[in-house]
Nanobody, 129 residues
Framework: QVQLVESGGGLVQAGGSLRLSCAAS????????MGWFRQAPGKEREFVAA????????YYANSVKGRFTISGDNAKNTVTLQMNSLKPEDTAVYYC??????????????????????WGQGTQVTVSS
C-alpha cells in the first residue's frame, strides 16, 4: 500500500520561508510524477507545482512561479517544496501527490488533481500579515 507523508508546515510571517517535504513508501511504489497542491478554506484544491521524472521536467502555477521551488529524488521517492517570499494568500493545507506510471500525461494534465493516484494527509501552512 502506498503512503505519502508530508512534513514541514507551520506558521510564518509574510515574506518568510518554509520547506515542505514528502516521503513516499510502499513495496511497489513507482511514480510518473509527483506534485504539490493546496486547498484554502472554502476553495477548491489548486495546483502548486509538479515534477515529472522523465526528463526532469518541472511545472509551477503562475501564482508561485519565482517564489517556490520543487525538487525531488525519484530513487528515494521524495519531493520537497521550498517556499520563499510567502504571502498571506499562500495560507492553505498543502498536499503531496503522486501519479502512477500507467500512461503519459501532458503538462496541462499534471495540474489536475484527478491525474494523481495517491495523496498525503496534508500539512497546514499559515502566513500571517
Amino acid at each position: 500500500q502506498v503512503q505519502l507523508v508530508e512534513s514541514g508546515g507551520g506558521l510564518v510571517q509574510a515574506g518568510g520561508s518554509l520547506r515542505l517535504s514528502c516521503a513516499a513508501s510502499g513495496r511497489t511504489f513507482r511514480s510518473y510524477a509527483m506534485g504539490w497542491f493546496r486547498q484554502a478554506p472554502g476553495k477548491e484544491r489548486e495546483f502548486v507545482a509538479a515534477i515529472r521524472w522523465s526528463g526532469g521536467r518541472i511545472y509551477y502555477a503562475n501564482s508561485v512561479k519565482g517564489r517556490f521551488t520543487i525538487s525531488g529524488d525519484n530513487a528515494k521517492n521524495t519531493v520537497t517544496l521550498q517556499m520563499n517570499s510567502l504571502k498571506p494568500e499562500d495560507t492553505a493545507v498543502y498536499y503531496c501527490a503522486s501519479a502512477d506510471p500507467t500512461y503519459y500525461r501532458s503538462t496541462d494534465r499534471l495540474s489536475i488533481p484527478g491525474e494523481y493516484d495517491h495523496w498525503g494527509q496534508g500539512t497546514q501552512v499559515t502566513v500571517s500579515s
